[in-house]
């Protein structure tokens, strides 16, 4: 037992088990174990790494695992030839162990490569692994590795109860692949006959639904077949043969008629020559003219801003004259009269007002620019006007050209209505129907792929019905050999309602109303004991049952932590008896039982239930309770007493 109050860390101690198992998933997290908040709460302090130790013994077989508690992806540490202690370290367990492995928590893009951590677990726990075994490649299967279905957390409920799972049997264990997640779990702990049934009904699981799905493709393409003529790939291969015939027909007519009338076609193919030479001619001439259009366009812009140009210039010169011309009689800073004698303002070339020298225009060079603008302006309307020139040219050429081809067009009509009698027209007649024909073939084609496709999954669907025949056969031909099963399971039945009767179930644990409302309309008058009497382990989910109904359904909530404490510890009993042939840890961790709405003395009445094991099978098991309650546990049987202040994670000082 570890004792201690709440809060001290005694969840924490089971969460660290369960990490260092790769058992976080039990809580839907992966981060389960945070010490960096709880040193933080506490201490105030900052953890800059952290990791969790833990020793396995199996079969005298002894490793230290170490996992990193804050990188749950890291590669964890195995150990062997060594010991752990309250003061090891990583670098003393490295230095005294004999070897030590790293193992990876899962495969890089399923290649195969060294084990992964779960591998090993499976391994040094000797317990079969689940596989499924299409995954591999098959095309190399050296370079390859099957997907494990089945994974230690699939068993961990069976042994390590946390404070999240009290509500039910296996409250939570995650499915990957198996459907029958719990079923399994409990048929790979007590090793049952035949546990290549589990793989079977996985296998079994992906048939049926691959065959729903040929059921649903077949049903659709039932419907599309429904609207073609023939319903058989044979019956149209045999019209594809008579619609080519048809087409073959039709060509060789064809050909007789080309071949009557080559001397024909020598004069309507220079006609036809003569057109196309034409059209060529006058679509070059088009093309030209565009362009034509183009520059013209070009030059009219030109045309346009050197006029803008030049009537800017004109409104300049004008404006600088008016200005020149203003008489100025009064001073504009003081208003007094003002008397200039211009004589001398043009003698000095400075202003009688301001005294400044006169700012002068210099007309030579603003006249050279507008000689320029000029210029410019008469070469491109010159340039224009031969670009309009070239095109009226052009346009003449194009409407010669246009009545050439007329000319053409009505000669070529003229001969071929001259031609067109009989042979013309049969020649229509072979062409339209050698592609009505190619129609017909092209959609019989589409037909027969159709066909061809419904064909093969019927034979697919033959197999998978074929293939799920015998594989539920193979299922129930291993369940008719499961005698050894038959006498766990009937073994656990009687230790299971033994125990319940040792935890006072029939008096504390049955809810005498549910029953009296179960029997109202069987009108059965029961007593408890009777009702005890017909509790059955189920031989399908291996769940407690009374006439195929959930034990769980007839009991009070003080009832059902009597169930799940039966339930596991029988599980362990029975794992000891069939030590053998089993593949359970004997290992059993539970999280504060007695705060389950457990009196004090069924909690006492349980404990006794490991007295007695410990007495049969001495050294064979190891069970850890955490509580709050001691009960009448003392001295030895408490590990570890952490009363009431003291914490699971303490901050010592190193020497």
Known sequence: MIFGENTLGKSTFIQSVIYALKGEELYGNRNIVNFRDLFKINYRENV?????????????????????????????????????????????????SSTHDFYKMRKENNLKGNETYQEFLFKFMNITPIKDEDSSDNEDNDNSD??????????M?????????????????????????KK??????????????????????????????????LKDIEELIGTLLFKQSVLIESEIEKVQKGIDENNKKIDEIELGSNEANNVINDIRNQFRISSLKARRYR????????????????????????????????????????????????????????????????????????????????????GYLKDELKDFKRLKLQKEEEKQQLYSKVVVSELEQAELK????????????????????????????????????KDKELILKYENLLNERTKLIEDVKNK?????????????????????????????????????????EKIKNDN?????????????????????????????????????????????????????????????????????????????NLDIQTFNNFLLLFDSLKKEYPNKFQVIILSSEKGDRSGHDIALDLGKTTRLLERVSIK
């Open 287 to 370: 093309e030209t003219m565009n362009s034509l259009e183009t520059e013209i366009e070009e030059y009219n812009f030109y045309i346009n801003k050197i006029l803008n140009d030049i009537e800017k210039n004109d409104k300049l010169k004008t404006a600088k004259k008016i200005i020149g011309i203003l008489p100025i009689e009064t001073c504009p800073h003081c208003l007094n009269a003002l008397t200039i004698n211009v004589d001398e303002e043009l003698h000095s070339e400075n202003c009688g007002l301001c005294g400044s020298p006169f700012k002068t225009m210099n007309y030579s060079q603003n006249d050279q620019y507008l």
């Open 520 to 596: 109202k309309d069987k009108k059965v008058d029961r007593n408890l004991e009777e009702v005890y009497d017909q509790i059955k382990i189920d031989r399908f989910d291996y769940l407690p049952k009374i006439e195929d109904r959930n034990l769980y359904y007839l009991t009070s909530s003080s009832g059902l932590i009597r169930i799940i404490l039966s339930y596991y510890t029988a599980l362990l009993k029975t794992a000891l008896k069939f030590a053998k042939d089993v593949q359970h840890p004997f290992l059993l961790i539970m999280d504060e039982p007695r705060q389950q």
């Open 146 to 155: 099957t997907k494990l279905l089945f994974y230690i957390q699939n068993l």
């Open 48 to 96: 800059e790494e952290s990791h969790i130790y833990i020793q396995l013994v199996n079969d005298g077989n002894r490793v230290i695992v170490i996992r990193n508690a804050q990188k749950p992806d890291d590669p964890v540490v195995v150990l062997k030839g060594t010991e752990l202690h309250e003061d090891s370290n990583l670098e003393s367990l490295l230095h005294d």
């Open 157 to 181: 409920p069976l042994f390590i109860i946390h404070q999240g799972a009290w509500h039910d049997i296996q409250a939570i264990n995650p499915r990957y692949g198996l459907k029958d997640i």
């Open 184 to 217: 399994t779990a409990f048929e790979v702990l007590l090793n049952f006959t035949g546990t290549e049934v589990i793989q079977a009904r996985f296998e079994l699981e992906k048939l049926e639904s691959l065959l729903k799905q040929k059921n649903t493709s």
């Open 472 to 512: 539920k056969t193979f299922i129930k031909n291993i369940q008719k050999q499961k005698e050894n099963d038959e006498e766990k399971l009937k073994y656990f039945e009687e230790v299971f309602k033994s125990f319940l009767k040792k935890l006072d179930f029939l008096k504390m644990g049955l809810d005498e």
């Open 410 to 445: 009505k000669t070529m009509n003229d001969f071929e209505e001259k031609l067109k009698p009989k042979k013309l027209q049969s020649y229509n007649f072979h062409s339209r129907e050698i592609g009505r024909l190619e129609n017909v073939k092209t959609q019989l084609k």
